[in-house]
């Protein structure tokens, strides 16, 4: 029997996460093949429609990344427009039978190439103990 391994859909802001895992791979640094990134040009500009579209289409976690508040942000306050959505998204999904563990933000910089990969593999294991998501899809 084969061990299950989640799918997790990253979306991550272009200047910063995006950076990052564009370092970890020029580092030749390895994370989980989980993983799938999505870029987006700002973490403010993530659409909690863009969580929901991940989980109903077959991810198992969604990971979002951007830059450190309250400061790195380029467009000054993008950082912190993800941050009201991250809390309000983790209040809706019980509703829809998802577990709010299966959605994390994370702040990484251009520079924390080794801060993703660290991040993915725990996200990773987190999701290997909750299981496959069951919500209706």
């Known amino acids: 029997m084969s061990e ?18 564009n370092l970890a ?6 994370y989980p093949p989980n993983l799938r990134v999505v870029r987006v040009m700002c973490s403010g500009r993530i659409d ?13 976690g969604v990971l979002l990344a951007g830059c450190h508040p309250p400061t790195d942000c380029h467009y000054i306050e993008g950082n912190v427009k993800c941050l009201r959505r991250y809390r309000l ?8 039978g998802i577990e709010p563990e299966r959605l994390r933000l994370e702040w990484i910089s251009a520079s924390e190439a080794d801060k993703l990969k660290r991040v993915a593999e725990e996200f990773v294991e987190e999701l290997r103990k909750l299981g496959p998501l069951e919500a209706k899809r």
């Open 48 to 60: 909690p429609q863009f969580v929901f579209y991940a989980f109903k289409n077959g991810a198992d």
């Open 25 to 30: 791979g020029t580092a030749r640094m390895k």
């Open 89 to 96: 998204l983790r209040k809706l999904l019980p509703q829809f």
């Open 4 to 21: 299950f391994e989640p799918k997790i859909v990253g979306i991550f802001c272009n200047w910063c996460s995006y950076m990052a895992a």
